[in-house]
């Protein structure tokens, strides 16, 4: 009797358990689940490639400055670039934007210039 009852009880608990993990599977495999793990996973690996782009940019740009550093030693120029290296050079130039009247020229840096190709010209 108690072998019957043992055999039955484990055949039970089997049965529970494999039930379990089909449910568990098939709902794991619904389109809406499946959405949502594939929404993840992409989430997850944009993630990993920003962080590498973003590492890779500021390697570049860490050996740029080094190069840079390197070529104005080699040249004699140890200014540093965000400063005006001699006061006795003349300040940059501005190239004039081509206009009708030329008596009266229009820089560049002060116009503006809409990039909207849809604006009626």
Do not use: C
């Not at 009797?1 to 568990?24: D, L």
């Amino acid at each position: 009797m108690f072998r019957r009852t043992f055999w039955f009880t484990s055949g039970v608990a089997a049965g529970v358990w494999a039930t379990t993990k089909v449910n568990r599977k098939l709902k794991q495999l619904t389109p809406e689940n499946l959405a949502v793990t594939a929404a993840n996973k992409a989430l997850e690996t944009g993630q990993r490639l920003k962080d590498r782009a973003v590492g890779f940019a500021l390697d570049v740009r860490d050996n740029m400055a080094q190069r840079e550093a390197e070529l104005g030693e080699a040249l004699g120029i140890n200014a540093d670039p965000g400063l005006h290296a001699d006061p006795g050079l003349p300040a940059p130039r501005r190239h004039a934007a081509i206009e009708k009247d030329r008596s009266n020229p229009k820089y560049i840096e002060n116009t503006t210039y809409s990039y909207n190709r849809n604006e009626d010209h």
